[in-house]
């Protein structure tokens, strides 16, 4: 059991332990400080976060993540099933995948996708909120760490 004050992921929410009532705990999302949830202790829902030897793991396997491969009309639905499985491979497609296709329309003078922004952001809220409490840094500070450690593997 967990002690008030830690941290721990509801499904894909990043979240501070602010009390325990009986065997529930109750939940504040670090990215939604209006939000509490009361979720059993041992619901499968929650998970410990990850460990700094896991993160150094995935970011020396995001140059070989390949970006998803789909028709445009597809694109939404796989990004859905992407986000839904919330496994941190996944979300790393999801960011890799709308990133190279914004910047592949940038760069042919179009305007970005709302669509892959919109994935491209909530993905990266979820990944990066996990890390940032983990590695002690601030969201900013760990998208700039993730990118520098991305480029050194690359």
Known sequence: ???IGEYIVCRKETCKIIDIQDDYYVLEPINDKTLKMKVPVNSKILRDLIKKEDIDYYLKKIPSVTAIKSSD???ENTY???MQSGTYED???VIKTTYLRNEKRKNNNKKISDKDDSYFTQAE?????EFSVVLGFSFEQTKEYVINMVSKYN
Do not use: A, T, V
């Open 1 to 3: 059991m967990k002690n």
């Open 73 to 75: 009309r597809m694109m």
């Open 80 to 82: 859905k099933e992407l």
């Open 91 to 93: 979300l790393i497609k």
């Open 125 to 129: 809220k979820y990944l990066y909120s």
